[in-house]
């Protein structure tokens, strides 16, 4: 804008100058209404040359705004474009941050699934060897009397001495326990016979494992001479546990040859 005004002004200058001058083709002047007229003449064309001038003046420097807004707006989109590439190149390296972690997680995933898939095989693979050995193992099985009758005492383990069947060497007859050749389900079996009286009409006895009572046997009859308590139980034991049958009260008569003990594994 400051430099069409220059030019503007310059052009002006210029002007009034060349049509000041006297042009040396032109006709001399004859007189003072002559020369009046042919300078009044002048002046009017040079104000209408001026006119035209600066209307193209005008013009330019429309087309000049016109540029320059152009300029600005293109330099603004450009400034936007460069902005958006930014932009684009900061979500290309999330998205390229996102996949790799997508990545990893995936294999840590899947590494930790093969391992759980590994464990779970080895067990499989153990039970089924475990269950194979333990069907190829002997079996084991006992059954055995109490061969004379005698008088409890409290806390006492009843031995049953008569050994009639003993597979697998688990049991002794002559502390009454057995202990468990191999690991597995067992199922024992006990029956006792015992004599009632006035004085004493009950009678308590516990199956232990590992000396803690799992199962218990109850005769309580003031009216009949015998009693039998019997039971069946299931246990799961493991190599070295120990079974045996106790007496919780003292004074009670348990009759030989009626009275017997068994198991076997499963």
């Not at 684009?88 to 294999?107: H, R, Y």
Request: with cysteine; charged share 25%; proline share 2%.
């Amino acid at each position: 804008m400051y430099l069409c005004k220059r030019v503007r002004e310059l052009f002006a200058v210029l002007l009034v100058i060349e049509y000041s001058l006297c042009d040396e083709n032109e006709p001399r002047c004859y007189s003072r209404f002559d020369y009046d007229e042919k300078m009044l003449e002048k002046m009017v064309k040079t104000e209408i040359k001026m006119e035209e001038i600066l209307a193209k003046l005008e013009v330019l420097e429309k087309r000049q705004t016109n540029v320059e807004t152009e300029v600005d707006n293109s330099v603004k989109e450009t400034h936007g474009l460069a902005k958006k590439h930014d932009d684009l190149k900061t979500e290309l390296d999330n998205s390229k941050a996102a996949v790799e972690t997508f990545e990893n997680m995936t294999k840590s995933d899947i590494d930790g699934l093969r391992k759980s898939i590994e464990m779970k095989v080895q067990r499989l693979d153990a039970m089924f060897t475990n269950s194979t050995e333990s069907k190829l193992q002997a079996p084991i099985a006992f059954f055995a009397r109490v061969s004379s009758s005698f008088t409890s005492s409290r806390g006492q383990t009843i031995v049953f001495d008569s050994v009639v069947t003993d597979v697998g060497g688990g049991y002794n007859p002559e502390t009454g326990v057995f202990t468990a050749p191999a690991e597995g389900l067992y199922v024992f079996s006990i029956t006792v016979m015992v004599q009632m009286s006035s004085s004493g009409s009950s009678a308590y006895f516990s199956l232990k494992k590992n000396d803690i009572p799992v199962m218990w046997l109850y005769a309580n009859d003031k009216d009949s001479v015998y009693e039998t308590p019997s039971g069946t139980g299931l246990l799961f034991l493991q190599v070295g546990d120990t079974v045996r049958l106790t007496t919780q009260n003292s004074g009670r008569h348990i009759y030989g040859s009626y009275s017997f003990f068994s198991g076997f594994k499963m």
